[in-house]
């Protein structure tokens, strides 16, 4: 089953422009986490955000989470090149010891 | 340096012939994982543990077997690996539950 669906499936932008990746959910959840992917490597966790959390920012990374919408958003500002990767969003299935995936957003920033 | 270490990391091997992956932390985590990362399905989670001698299954779980014997280690177990096995596989753990994982590099897998 696939919890977390990610929108876009693809974003192109410039470097400096501000990245929005969005995440769509479909049962009650724990908590949601966003993971970043670089071509094929291992995921590595950016933030968490609970159920009771509207928003959360970590450096340049701003989350946002609307449990009646059932849906979060990552946004990443001021993007740069090395920002390049695939993001996933992760929720829980509501017991909270699986986990899944959704099936990314691929991001490409332009130098 | 806190990892997760899996092995190998690229394998072909034939239909029918048994192998197993390894993956070991040495966070002393308590929750460990596998999944499967396909084009456009992202990842899907095949087997978890809680703790030694806890397992259950994910959402994948059918041609796969797993065992927590130590808390270090979480090998992954294709007793008759198929093509349609041929993915990229990955091992993570966390402290507790499945928050804030740290992700082995991966095993890619071929079956032919």
């Known amino acids: 089953s696939q919890q977390g669906e990610e929108d876009p499936q693809a974003l192109s932008i410039q470097e400096g422009e501000n990245a929005t990746m969005n995440c769509s959910y479909k049962t009650s959840i724990n908590n949601l986490q966003w993971y970043r992917q670089n071509s094929g490597r291992g995921l590595v966790h950016l933030i968490l955000?609970?159920?009771?959390?509207r928003e959360k920012h970590s450096g340049r990374l701003r989350v946002t989470l609307d449990t009646s919408k059932k849906s979060s958003s990552l946004l990443i500002t001021a993007s740069r090149a090395a920002d390049t990767a695939s993001y996933f969003c992760?929720?829980?299935?509501?017991?909270?010891?699986?986990?899944?995936f959704g099936a990314g957003t691929r991001l490409f920033v332009k130098a | 340096e806190a990892q997760v270490t899996q092995n190998p990391r690229y394998l072909i091997t034939v239909t029918g012939k048994k192998l197993t992956v390894t993956c070991s932390q040495n966070m002393n985590h308590e929750y460990m994982s596998w999944y499967r990362q396909d084009p456009g399905l992202g990842l899907r989670q095949i087997y978890y543990s809680m703790n030694v001698e806890v397992t259950d299954k994910g959402d994948v779980p059918e041609g796969y077997k797993v065992s927590r014997k130590e808390k270090r280690n979480f090998p992954l177990i294709l007793e008759s690996p198929s093509p349609n096995q041929t993915s990229l596989y990955f091992c993570?753990?966390?402290?507790?539950?499945?928050?804030?994982?740290?992700f082995g590099s991966g095993t890619r897998l071929t079956v032919v």
């Open positions: 992760a929720t829980d299935d509501g017991g909270g010891f699986k986990t899944i």
């Open positions: 993570a753990s966390s402290l507790f539950g499945g928050y804030g994982y740290t």
């Open positions: 955000i609970r159920s009771n959390e």
